[in-house]
């Protein structure tokens, strides 16, 4: 089952908000090689923002983000939790979650619904512990 990314408005309304100030300000002020720097830069963010998923098959956590893949053995994972990090992830989103497996790998993701992302996981790893905290 292929699972996307979760997108928040939090993170990608001010990302966006700025890069379009910035492009803008650019423009105005005819820095046209720094304006195609930015759109350059925009353009791989926004590459590896929509090229970004997760897919359990076989088995198998793979968890795609631009040009990388990695595998993790559902078998292999021994904890999830929720993760506050806005590093080493590839999403607009603040709804994170951390996949611990082998004995010091992680792995940040953000599936847009983590009740039933991590059901799936326990499905094919019932050993699996589940740290989310409660929502108030």
Known sequence: MVYRKKTGLT?????LALF????ITLIIDGKWPAFLILLSISGFMAYLFMNTYYVIA?????????FNKIGIDVAAIKYI????????????SLGRLEVFYNRYDSVVISPPDKTAF??????????IEVRLKERK
């Open 11 to 15: 993170i990608s309304a001010p990302v």
């Open 20 to 23: 379009v100030a910035l492009g």
């Open 58 to 66: 076989d088995n198998v956590l793979s968890v795609h983000t631009g």
């Open 81 to 92: 939790e929720d993760t506050p990090t806005l590093w080493s992830a590839a999403t607009f």
């Open 118 to 127: 991590i059901a799936h996981l326990k499905t094919i790893n019932n050993n």
